[in-house]
């Protein structure tokens, strides 16, 4: 069982990237898949999450309307379209295939929690 993060690096404030996470020895849709962030110094936090089956996506409050989740079920990977970078947004991003999401006081929390993947580097600097 593994989950591969990848698609981080350095990127200007204001620019995109688009993380990908490759699921192998598993089947994606069996789980619903999250994204979750470490900046240094601050403890991790969701940052978005797709639902198996229906697809239904949640959001943290920060990244509404800049990023977007999404899963190709074809190619076993989910990805995560970043827009309109900001320099909080530099973290470790991960990759986490649980049970079930959901919000609690505005913050996206994953439930029954399957499997970690290694993190991908994001880094918004000019």
């Known amino acids: 069982v593994q989950l591969q993060a990848s698609g981080g690096g350095l990127v200007q404030p204001g620019g995109s990237l688009r993380l990908s996470c490759a699921a192998s020895?598993?089947?994606?849709?069996?789980?619903?898949i999250g994204w979750f962030r470490q900046a240094p110094g601050k403890e991790r936090e969701g940052v978005s999450c797709?639902?198996?089956?229906?697809?239904?996506?949640l959001y943290a409050d920060f990244v509404k309307g800049r990023f977007t989740i999404s899963r190709d079920n074809a190619k076993n990977t989910l990805y995560l379209q970043m827009n309109s970078l900001e320099p909080e947004d530099t973290a470790v991003y991960y990759c986490a295939a649980q049970k079930t999401c959901g919000m609690v006081a505005g913050n996206l929390m994953g439930y029954g929690m399957y499997h970690w993947g290694k993190g991908t580097l994001v880094t918004v600097s000019s």
């Open positions: 797709i639902s198996s089956g229906d697809g239904s996506t």
């Open positions: 020895g598993f089947t994606l849709d069996d789980y619903a």
